[in-house]
């Protein structure tokens, strides 16, 4: 009796742990519901119903295993994916790669930015171009000025609060019956709609940026090899949130929009269509989750932007460092939210136009890094102990075949 009693006394110390270093995967999988991803995921319900829950399902395993290798690689060799590409082959592919990356961010970072302002003129009534600037400041002043300790906190708590869209999807109280159904039995649909409604889907939950940032944070956190075992359950955690998250969009976009062939263009159609079709109470919980989500994601848009190219270029970057000890890392994050307000600004280029452009570009920039991570986790020379599951390679396998064919249909139809 008395060892049991210590065995489970160790367990719950030992999940008490686990539960306090949740951080990285938390974060990362917070921040892939932005306020894009929130206007993609309730597009989705509303343009196809029900009919894509059992892709997203199939992809919570996909996500869950590329963001353990990219975060198990990084804290085995205390490298990051473009120092490896740097080491093992090519600085002009690791150029080009960050490249993709920082426009397709810089993109999102733009869209993501309109959205938070979008949220505050409906509150207050004032033009949008007003909140661009101020929020842009308090982004950057948070993270440039604040501590990381204090920032991880922040971010932590601002991704428990996206909860609130599982209480609109409550709210929106959809058939039981047919959510079931259509979240574990697949259907396909051959309308140009529902096809392109399952590429935004899928381009959305899978982004380059999230396995930039994961990895760079359990680089930061995480200093020995021993410790590359944890981030399987932080990284669960995380994906399963995020997707959780994504499910509530699609289903409350379902339940409200569905049949009502509703115009959304960008999250201020989208809360003024949801308004009147929600009720007071639930498009308020909308809007919260909006500048929450906006207030999570931007960072990490930046974050990843910072790291990607201080990695490339040999410059000292990280979160713990002072401006002054990082300089190139911090111009490189306050200057993607200023060129993605310059964006906001420009007549020519719409929110639509720079979410499809960077939905692109994410398309094309995915596989490669897959494929890369897939050749460093297998190699034993590496990884040592630490090389990728049969479970990771299935599902990593999976999704660059999926991401490869997705990019192939997003090219063909940029070019038409």
Do not use: C
Not at 118 to 129: E, Q, R, S
Not at 214 to 229: G, L, N, W
Not at 372 to 397: D, H, K, P, Q, S
């Amino acid at each position: 009796m008395p060892n049991l009693r210590e065995r489970i006394r160790a367990d719950i110390a030992k999940n008490r742990q686990r539960i306090r270093e949740l951080g990285p995967g938390l974060i990362t999988g917070g921040a892939g519901d932005d306020p894009a991803g929130i206007v993609t995921y309730t597009m989705v319900g509303a343009a196809t119903g029900f009919s894509q829950l059992w892709l997203l399902l199939l992809s919570t395993p996909m996500m869950i295993a590329i963001q353990n290798i990219v975060a198990r690689i990084a804290i085995v060799t205390g490298k990051s994916l473009p120092e490896i590409t740097n080491a093992f082959y090519s600085k002009k592919l690791t150029i080009l790669m960050s490249a993709v990356l920082a426009t397709a961010n810089i993109l999102t970072i733009g869209a993501d930015l309109n959205g938070i302002a979008a949220i505050l003129h409906i509150a207050t009534g004032f033009p949008t171009v007003y909140f661009l600037i101020p929020v842009t400041a308090l982004i950057a002043g948070l993270i440039t000025f604040g501590k990381y300790r204090t920032v991880k906190r922040v971010l932590i708590w601002l991704t428990a609060v996206l909860g609130v869209y599982i209480v609109s999807a409550i709210l929106a109280k959809p058939p039981l019956l047919t959510l079931l159904r259509d979240t574990f039995v697949p259907q396909f649909q051959t309308s140009a709609a529902w096809v392109i409604a399952a590429l935004g889907l899928m381009g959305t939950t899978i982004s380059p940026y999230l396995l930039f940032w994961q990895a760079s944070e359990e680089r930061e956190e995480k200093k020995s090899v021993v410790q590359a075992d944890e981030v399987g359950f932080d990284t669960v955690v995380g994906m399963a949130w995020s997707n959780l998250l994504a499910y509530a969009m699609i289903v409350a976009g379902a339940a409200m929009l569905y049949g009502t062939h509703a115009d959304i263009q960008d999250v201020s159609t989208l809360a003024q269509t949801l308004e009147p079709a929600a009720g007071k109470y639930a498009f308020a919980l909308f809007s919260l989750g909006i500048l929450v989500a906006g207030f999570l994601a931007v960072p990490v848009l930046a974050g990843s932007t910072a790291y990607a190219v201080a990695d490339t270029f040999g410059w000292r970057e990280g979160m713990d460092y002072r401006v002054s000890d990082a300089k190139g890392f911090y111009i490189v994050f306050v200057g993607s939210l200023i060129v993605g307000d310059a964006i906001d600004m420009m007549p020519q280029l719409s929110v639509v136009d720079a979410l499809y452009y960077s939905q692109v570009l994410d398309g094309m920039l995915i596989p490669v890094l897959i494929g890369i991570a897939l050749m460093v986790g297998r190699n034993r020379a590496v990884m040592g102990e630490f090389t990728i599951t049969r479970f990771e390679n299935l599902f990593a396998l999976l999704a660059m075949a999926v991401t490869l064919a997705l990019s192939g249909v997003m090219i063909y139809q940029w070019l038409q």
